[in-house]
């Protein structure tokens, strides 16, 4: 991974983590609220203007999530792919796992059998170069269902699965939107 790609993924983490904070508490006196542009089944699409630009995403949580462990103990878990207002933050695929990765642990996602190996940051998870978000959105795309398995930092499996019922739609208007 180059030096330039891992500052996007940075980059693009603290912006979603910043946008997804004010969508679930509030808005911050500071950052731009979060507009919901479209709901489509089980995929929504938002947008965010500020001075330095527009940036769209999509997001999605787990139709089931399945592990040995205690619910109450893991945060939030969601997939996001986003569109930032500079063209290398573009086609970014994002898990948030909802606890600490373990170290140097990789993420499989599944969809409907095209199998993709990411990395792991804290408690997120990317692939590896632009061209494999590229063709996870492909498969994205064309897919009814995505499975992501993870290890947290306590060595516990997870599964989370998400429906890609409305990704196209949303996806779309992003690319549109923030073009």
Request: aromatic share 8%; charged share 25%; with cysteine.
């Amino acid at each position: 991974m180059t030096v330039k790609r891992s500052f996007v993924f940075l980059m693009v983490a603290a912006m979603m983590t910043a946008l997804f904070g004010i969508m679930l508490f509030g808005t911050m006196s500071m950052a731009a609220e979060p507009q919901r542009m479209l709901t489509e089944k089980d995929w929504q699409a938002f947008r965010v203007d500020e001075d330095k630009g527009r940036t769209c995403f999509i997001s999605s949580i787990p139709t089931k999530s399945a592990g040995k462990y205690d619910p109450d103990n893991r945060g939030e878990v969601r997939v996001f792919v986003s569109h930032g207002p500079n063209k290398a933050e573009r086609n970014v695929v994002q898990f948030v796992a909802g606890y600490k990765h373990k170290k140097h642990s990789d993420v499989t996602v599944n969809i409907d059998g095209k199998k993709f190996t990411l990395f792991t940051i804290e408690g997120r998870a990317y692939a590896e170069s632009e061209e494999d978000d590229i063709a996870m959105i492909r498969s994205m795309k064309r897919g009814k269902k995505m499975t992501v398995v993870g290890t947290s930092s306590r060595g516990t499996k997870t599964t989370d699965t998400y429906s890609l019922s409305g990704f196209t739609k949303t996806k779309n208007l992003i690319d549109k939107t923030c073009s």
